[in-house]
């Protein structure tokens, strides 16, 4: 079997992604990130790590807490996580704000 490989550019967003979290936890966020990406990737068939798998592992991998701090920093880069499927704004439904 083939191994999975990482897209160019979407490795190059996942270690930009990386830079942002803090310095003690990025060792463990890119293992447990890139171990989920790789996972996503086998289970649609694919051979190379896509936007989606990244982003899917990112929210998969990150405690509902820090989603918010995390959608700033994709959206920073100019990760569209909303076209995967994520809101930008679901904590305004939780409070039924508009």
Do not use: C
């Amino acid at each position: 079997m083939s191994e999975i490989t990482w897209g160019k550019e979407v490795e190059v967003k996942f270690k930009q992604m990386l830079e942002k979290i803090p310095t003690v936890l990025r060792p463990i966020a890119q293992e447990k990130v890139g171990k989920r990406a790789e996972k996503f990737a086998q289970e649609a068939g694919r051979l190379k790590i896509t936007e989606r798998d990244m982003v899917d592992a990112f929210f998969a991998e990150t405690p509902g807490g820090f989603h918010g701090p995390m959608k700033v920093d994709m959206e920073s880069l100019g990760i569209d996580y909303t076209k995967y499927g994520y809101e930008r704004d679901e904590w305004k439904k939780m409070f039924g704000i508009k």
